[in-house]
């Protein structure tokens, strides 16, 4: 039998070698760099605990993925205050490329609003009266994994957190608003992409608690730990700093969370009064809350793109401390 050449055949050996790869790094390519992503971006907001607040502008100046900026963006001034309950602001539809991000930015202006007047950031409380919001660094930085589809429209959802963005300074000037530190900036603004996230809604009954206002609190199942949770934590001295959404309950007694992320969550209700007529809600402690329907509240599977409805009543509270 003759046997094979191998020096001969070696070239042809690498060259399909080489065809293949290359195949293969251009299927990868594809899948990450895949055309031309219409991709809008949006904000929302958490509530807000001060009843005297009436706004809270913000003043974006520019929109950075991996830190390169979204070309077309245009400095805009958003009262994100005027947009909860799954209510959203757009702030553009931009051709960005097609491919996983690692991270966005916001660049804020603490001075200059998009129409030239000062301040760019600021609070509005009762009278008109604003608050001049800044703080150590003028960029939020979000790690956060996002892929945008290439050859598809894609939406971005920024969930900007007032109650972990804004803190309230007593006495001094009249000024008493400005920004968290630095680092709780990072973590106050929840960014996702829109169609992989979906929302827990639904109705409580609370004839017991005597409350001036109820707050939901969304957490990812196991990550709850109420003593904790209810103190103020960080420089800021946030409560409830670690839940990743939060919701006012109506006084219908209606709630909704919007815009979380497929996950397994659990949720808590937690009770404020103006115990001291400062116009300041504070903590009275968390409801004592049941279910209907079999549902587990420390036990939530939400899906993509669906609504879990979850009813439930207040049977008491637990007082804080």
Do not use: W
């Not at 998009?114 to 950031?121: I, K, Q, R, V």
Request: charge should be neutral.
């Amino acid at each position: 039998m003759k046997k094979p050449n191998l020096k001969k055949s070696f070239p042809a050996i690498m060259i399909v070698f080489l065809a293949v790869a290359i195949s293969l790094l251009a299927c990868e390519n594809d899948s990450n760099d895949a055309g031309t992503a219409t991709t809008t971006i949006k904000v929302t907001d958490a509530p807000f605990d001060d009843a005297s607040v009436t706004g809270a502008f913000v003043t974006i100046t520019d929109i950075k993925l991996d830190g390169q900026s979204v070309q077309g963006f245009t400095k805009t001034t958003v009262d994100i205050k005027a947009y909860q309950n799954g209510a959203t602001k757009t702030l553009g539809t931009f051709n960005l490329q097609g491919k996983t991000y690692s991270t966005i930015t916001f660049v804020l202006d603490f001075d200059k609003d998009a129409s030239g007047n000062a301040p760019g950031c600021y609070v509005v409380t009762t009278g008109s009266v604003k608050h001049k919001l800044q703080s150590a660094t003028n960029s939020i930085l979000i790690n956060k994994s996002i892929t945008l589809q290439g050859n598809a429209t894609n939406s971005i959802i920024a969930d900007f957190d007032l109650r972990k963005m804004i803190i309230y300074q007593s006495g001094g000037s009249s000024d008493h608003y400005d920004f968290a530190t630095a680092t709780e900036l990072n973590n106050s603004i929840r960014v996702a992409v829109e169609n992989k996230t979906g929302t827990i809604s639904g109705t409580l009954t609370d004839n017991v608690s005597g409350s001036a206002k109820v707050i939901a609190y969304a957490y990812k199942k196991g990550t709850f730990n109420r003593t904790t949770e209810m103190q103020a934590q960080g420089d800021s001295g946030i409560e409830f700093k670690n839940a990743v959404n939060s919701c006012l309950v109506s006084g219908t007694g209606f709630y909704q969370l919007h815009f979380l992320e497929n996950a397994d969550y659990e949720i808590h209700f937690a009770s404020y009064k103006d115990t001291n007529g400062d116009g300041k809600f504070e903590l009275k402690g968390t409801l004592i809350v049941t279910a209907a329907g079999g549902l587990n509240l420390l036990n939530l599977i939400l899906n993509a793109n669906a609504t879990l409805t979850v009813n439930a009543s207040a049977t008491g509270v637990l007082l804080f401390p």
